[in-house]
Protein backbone atom coordinates (compact mmCIF):
# COMPACT_ATOMS: atom_id res chain seq x y z
CA UNK A 1 0.00 0.00 0.00
CA UNK A 2 1.04 3.66 -0.84
CA UNK A 3 0.69 4.96 2.57
CA UNK A 4 2.25 8.35 1.54
CA UNK A 5 -0.17 8.80 -1.34
CA UNK A 6 -3.42 7.52 0.88
CA UNK A 7 -1.77 10.32 3.83
CA UNK A 8 -1.71 13.19 1.43
CA UNK A 9 -5.54 12.28 -0.31
CA UNK A 10 -6.70 12.04 3.48
CA UNK A 11 -4.93 15.52 4.50
CA UNK A 12 -6.94 17.08 0.80
CA UNK A 13 -10.03 15.67 1.79
CA UNK A 14 -10.20 16.80 5.44
CA UNK A 15 -9.40 20.28 3.93
CA UNK A 16 -12.59 20.20 1.69
CA UNK A 17 -14.66 19.08 4.36
CA UNK A 18 -12.83 22.37 6.43
CA UNK A 19 -13.89 24.42 2.98
CA UNK A 20 -17.56 22.96 2.86
CA UNK A 21 -19.99 25.19 4.71
CA UNK A 22 -23.48 23.76 3.83
CA UNK A 23 -25.58 20.96 5.10
CA UNK A 24 -24.09 21.28 8.80
CA UNK A 25 -26.25 21.00 11.59
CA UNK A 26 -25.31 22.27 15.39
CA UNK A 27 -25.87 19.11 18.06
CA UNK A 28 -23.98 20.48 20.97
CA UNK A 29 -22.26 24.40 22.26
CA UNK A 30 -20.58 23.83 25.15
CA UNK A 31 -17.52 26.06 26.91
CA UNK A 32 -17.29 27.94 23.44
CA UNK A 33 -16.89 24.78 21.59
CA UNK A 34 -19.48 23.71 18.84
CA UNK A 35 -20.22 20.44 17.58
CA UNK A 36 -22.06 19.94 14.17
CA UNK A 37 -22.74 16.96 12.42
CA UNK A 38 -23.73 16.05 8.66
CA UNK A 39 -24.62 12.60 6.88
CA UNK A 40 -21.09 10.75 6.32
CA UNK A 41 -20.34 10.00 2.66
CA UNK A 42 -17.88 7.43 3.81
CA UNK A 43 -20.06 4.98 5.52
CA UNK A 44 -23.83 4.81 7.07
CA UNK A 45 -23.33 7.46 10.17
CA UNK A 46 -22.10 10.84 10.78
CA UNK A 47 -19.10 12.68 9.78
CA UNK A 48 -18.72 15.39 12.83
CA UNK A 49 -17.06 18.92 12.72
CA UNK A 50 -16.10 20.31 16.75
CA UNK A 51 -14.53 24.21 16.94
CA UNK A 52 -12.93 25.30 19.58
CA UNK A 53 -10.18 28.22 20.15
CA UNK A 54 -6.78 27.19 21.72
CA UNK A 55 -4.67 29.98 23.83
CA UNK A 56 -1.58 28.85 22.30
CA UNK A 57 -0.03 29.60 18.47
CA UNK A 58 -1.03 27.13 15.84
CA UNK A 59 2.84 26.13 15.30
CA UNK A 60 3.21 24.76 19.25
CA UNK A 61 -0.41 23.15 19.37
CA UNK A 62 0.09 21.38 15.67
CA UNK A 63 3.25 20.15 17.60
CA UNK A 64 1.37 19.27 20.37
CA UNK A 65 -1.38 17.39 18.69
CA UNK A 66 0.44 15.47 15.78
CA UNK A 67 3.27 14.33 18.42
CA UNK A 68 2.78 10.47 19.59
CA UNK A 69 4.66 10.78 23.05
CA UNK A 70 2.23 12.65 25.04
CA UNK A 71 -0.95 11.80 23.84
CA UNK A 72 -1.76 9.28 26.83
CA UNK A 73 -1.02 12.10 29.51
CA UNK A 74 -3.88 13.98 28.22
CA UNK A 75 -5.99 12.39 26.35
CA UNK A 76 -8.60 11.26 28.33
CA UNK A 77 -10.24 8.98 26.11
CA UNK A 78 -7.51 6.70 25.64
CA UNK A 79 -5.30 3.86 27.24
CA UNK A 80 -2.65 3.47 24.32
CA UNK A 81 -1.70 5.18 22.04
CA UNK A 82 1.66 3.86 20.16
CA UNK A 83 3.75 4.84 16.68
CA UNK A 84 4.18 1.17 15.51
CA UNK A 85 5.74 2.40 12.10
CA UNK A 86 7.14 5.70 11.24
CA UNK A 87 7.10 6.43 7.44
CA UNK A 88 8.84 9.49 7.37
CA UNK A 89 9.42 12.92 9.44
CA UNK A 90 5.56 13.82 8.82
CA UNK A 91 3.96 10.49 8.50
CA UNK A 92 3.59 7.67 10.55
CA UNK A 93 1.02 4.53 11.51
CA UNK A 94 -0.08 4.28 15.03
CA UNK A 95 -1.94 2.06 17.29
CA UNK A 96 -4.57 2.85 19.72
CA UNK A 97 -6.83 1.12 22.12
CA UNK A 98 -9.66 3.31 23.40
CA UNK A 99 -11.10 3.74 27.30
CA UNK A 100 -14.16 2.59 27.42
CA UNK A 101 -17.86 4.85 26.63
CA UNK A 102 -21.09 6.05 27.64
CA UNK A 103 -20.35 4.23 31.23
CA UNK A 104 -19.21 0.96 29.92
CA UNK A 105 -22.25 0.71 27.20
CA UNK A 106 -19.50 1.10 24.41
CA UNK A 107 -16.82 -1.14 25.09
CA UNK A 108 -12.88 -0.42 24.14
CA UNK A 109 -11.70 -1.13 20.41
CA UNK A 110 -8.43 -0.92 18.79
CA UNK A 111 -7.26 1.15 15.68
CA UNK A 112 -4.33 1.42 13.30
CA UNK A 113 -4.22 4.88 11.85
CA UNK A 114 -2.18 6.27 9.38
CA UNK A 115 -1.54 10.18 10.54
CA UNK A 116 0.12 12.76 8.63
CA UNK A 117 1.07 16.25 8.97
CA UNK A 118 0.70 19.07 6.22
CA UNK A 119 2.09 22.66 6.70
CA UNK A 120 -0.45 25.37 4.35
CA UNK A 121 0.08 28.49 3.31
CA UNK A 122 -1.01 31.30 5.97
CA UNK A 123 0.46 28.85 8.66
CA UNK A 124 -2.15 26.59 8.28
CA UNK A 125 -1.70 22.78 9.46
CA UNK A 126 -3.39 19.68 8.92
CA UNK A 127 -2.79 16.92 10.68
CA UNK A 128 -4.97 14.14 9.05
CA UNK A 129 -5.70 10.31 9.97
CA UNK A 130 -7.25 7.61 7.86
CA UNK A 131 -7.50 3.95 9.33
CA UNK A 132 -5.08 1.37 7.14
CA UNK A 133 -4.83 -1.90 7.15
CA UNK A 134 -0.94 -2.93 8.60
CA UNK A 135 -0.02 -6.43 8.73
CA UNK A 136 2.08 -6.45 11.55
CA UNK A 137 -0.86 -5.32 13.82
CA UNK A 138 -3.74 -7.32 12.88
CA UNK A 139 -7.16 -7.40 14.78
CA UNK A 140 -7.47 -9.33 17.82
CA UNK A 141 -9.87 -10.87 19.54
CA UNK A 142 -9.35 -8.24 22.88
CA UNK A 143 -10.85 -5.64 21.73
CA UNK A 144 -12.91 -4.82 18.31
CA UNK A 145 -11.69 -3.33 15.51
CA UNK A 146 -12.74 0.03 14.72
CA UNK A 147 -12.69 2.25 11.41
CA UNK A 148 -11.86 5.79 10.91
CA UNK A 149 -12.91 7.49 7.84
CA UNK A 150 -10.83 10.43 7.14
CA UNK A 151 -10.59 12.57 10.55
CA UNK A 152 -8.21 15.26 11.29
CA UNK A 153 -7.80 18.76 12.84
CA UNK A 154 -6.71 21.64 10.86
CA UNK A 155 -5.20 24.30 13.60
CA UNK A 156 -5.07 27.76 12.08
CA UNK A 157 -4.03 31.40 13.58
CA UNK A 158 -6.97 33.62 14.64
CA UNK A 159 -7.44 36.10 12.86
CA UNK A 160 -8.20 38.62 15.63
CA UNK A 161 -5.54 36.95 18.36
CA UNK A 162 -2.42 35.50 16.07
CA UNK A 163 -1.25 34.83 19.36
CA UNK A 164 -4.23 31.91 19.61
CA UNK A 165 -5.46 28.92 16.89
CA UNK A 166 -8.67 28.15 15.90
CA UNK A 167 -9.27 24.64 15.64
CA UNK A 168 -11.57 22.09 13.70
CA UNK A 169 -11.32 19.22 14.20
CA UNK A 170 -13.58 16.51 12.05
CA UNK A 171 -14.30 12.75 12.83
CA UNK A 172 -16.26 10.23 11.38
CA UNK A 173 -15.44 6.70 13.55
CA UNK A 174 -17.02 3.54 12.18
CA UNK A 175 -17.24 1.88 15.68
CA UNK A 176 -17.96 -2.10 14.86
CA UNK A 177 -19.67 -4.16 16.72
CA UNK A 178 -23.56 -4.74 17.48
CA UNK A 179 -24.17 -0.93 18.75
CA UNK A 180 -27.45 1.09 17.79
CA UNK A 181 -26.26 4.46 15.98
CA UNK A 182 -28.88 6.29 18.97
CA UNK A 183 -26.38 5.46 21.25
CA UNK A 184 -23.14 6.74 19.22
CA UNK A 185 -25.08 9.53 18.40
CA UNK A 186 -26.09 10.81 21.79
CA UNK A 187 -22.86 10.02 23.64
CA UNK A 188 -20.89 11.23 20.58
CA UNK A 189 -20.95 15.40 20.96
CA UNK A 190 -20.09 15.31 24.46
CA UNK A 191 -16.69 12.99 23.95
CA UNK A 192 -15.62 15.45 21.17
CA UNK A 193 -16.10 18.56 23.62
CA UNK A 194 -14.11 16.72 26.90
CA UNK A 195 -11.38 15.59 23.91
CA UNK A 196 -11.30 19.61 22.77
CA UNK A 197 -11.12 20.27 26.66
CA UNK A 198 -8.68 17.93 27.52
CA UNK A 199 -6.38 19.07 24.75
CA UNK A 200 -6.35 22.60 26.25
CA UNK A 201 -5.52 21.26 29.77
CA UNK A 202 -3.04 19.06 28.35
CA UNK A 203 -1.19 22.23 26.69
CA UNK A 204 -1.69 24.13 29.43
CA UNK A 205 0.18 21.42 31.26
CA UNK A 206 2.91 20.99 28.95
CA UNK A 207 4.15 24.47 28.89
CA UNK A 208 4.85 23.89 32.77
CA UNK A 209 8.57 23.25 32.56
CA UNK A 210 7.93 20.07 34.80
CA UNK A 211 5.79 18.27 33.29
CA UNK A 212 8.45 17.55 30.92
CA UNK A 213 10.31 14.67 32.32
CA UNK A 214 6.81 12.34 32.14
CA UNK A 215 7.27 9.12 30.52
CA UNK A 216 5.62 8.99 27.19
CA UNK A 217 3.85 5.72 27.45
CA UNK A 218 2.39 6.71 30.86
CA UNK A 219 -0.09 4.79 32.32
CA UNK A 220 -3.48 5.70 31.96
CA UNK A 221 -5.52 6.39 34.83
Known sequence: MDYKRLAQET???????????????????????????????????????????????????????????????WDKSLKVYNMVHKIDSDTFICHTITQSFAMGSISPRDFIDLVYFKHCEGNMDIISSNSVDFPAYPPSSNYIRGYNHACGYICSPLKENPAHSKLVMFVQTE??????????????????????LNAKDGIKAHRIPSGHGSHPNGHSS
Open 11 to 73: AQEILGYNQDTSGWKVVKTSKKITVSRKASKRFHGNLYRVEGIIPESTTKLSEFLYKPENRVT
Open 175 to 196: MKGKLSPSIIEATMPSNLISFI
